[in-house]
């Protein structure tokens, strides 16, 4: 399976402020996903990215606060922007599997505290 | 219909006992169900897949058995162990790759 990274693994921000999420993996994917996971619970798709077209949101989230970069076949960004005590949460990035129909795997996620 | 049910929401079980965790889904157009393991502070680490194809998975201790007309999945975790204490989530994917989770289990196991 593909080594993911993120950074940061954690940060603490102020009210109002962005902040950018990278994720990195260390093979070439088409597809990668942005994940949140509020505190003690389960994880909901923010949006895929797909290198070379714009990212595909899901329901209640929106580009101006989550605007998304995939640059390349290994690296993707996602910023949190105006950020509400309401954002914090571990935003986890996952990338499709290598074998034909398989699922996802996950990075270490990035641990995100609004004060 | 994008939901995953999942149950119970806690599970405490003695060493070496049987774990169960179960999934129900609407939609019949998933046609990937894997599993995943989380402990706290790590992303979620897949465990066990199965395809709708199949009625049951096994690798190690853990195995999946899978109900098709029920729509329904669980995860069978055999001489559970102490470190198998984390939080389980189920899944459903459909042909577009998203992956919808279950509410997850708090597994706790004791010595």
């Known amino acids: 399976s593909a080594v993911i990274s993120q950074k940061p693994s954690r940060d603490i921000c102020q009210r109002g402020t962005s902040l950018t999420i990278q994720c990195q993996v260390d093979s070439q994917v088409t597809m990668m996903f942005w994940y949140r996971q509020q505190p003690g619970q389960s994880l909901t798709l923010i949006a895929t990215?797909?290198?070379?077209?714009?990212?595909?949101?899901e329901s209640g989230f929106v580009i101006d606060k989550f605007p998304i970069s995939r640059p390349n076949l290994t690296f993707s960004t996602l910023t949190v922007s105006n950020m509400s005590p309401e954002d914090s949460s571990i935003y986890l990035c996952?990338?499709?599997?290598?074998?034909?129909?398989?699922?996802?795997?996950f990075g270490p996620g990035t641990r995100l505290l609004v004060l | 219909q994008q939901q995953v049910k999942q149950s119970p929401q806690s599970l405490i079980v003695q060493k070496g006992g049987i774990s169960i965790i179960n999934c129900a889904y609407e939609n019949t157009a998933f046609d990937y169900f894997p599993w995943y393991q989380q402990f706290p502070g790590k992303g979620p680490a897949l465990l066990i897949a199965?395809?709708?194809?199949?009625s049951e998975k096994k690798e190690g201790r853990f195995t999946i058995s899978f109900n098709k007309s029920a729509k329904q999945f669980s995860l069978h975790i055999m001489d559970s162990q102490p470190g198998d204490s984390a939080t389980y989530f189920c899944?459903?994917?459909?042909?577009?790759?998203?992956?919808?989770f279950g509410s997850g289990t708090r597994l706790l196991v004791r010595p």
């Open positions: 996952s990338v499709e599997g290598e074998q034909a129909q398989e699922t996802q795997y």
């Open positions: 990215a797909n290198q070379g077209s714009e990212a595909t949101y």
């Open positions: 199965i395809r709708p194809d199949v």
């Open positions: 899944a459903a994917e459909d042909s577009s790759y998203k992956l919808i």
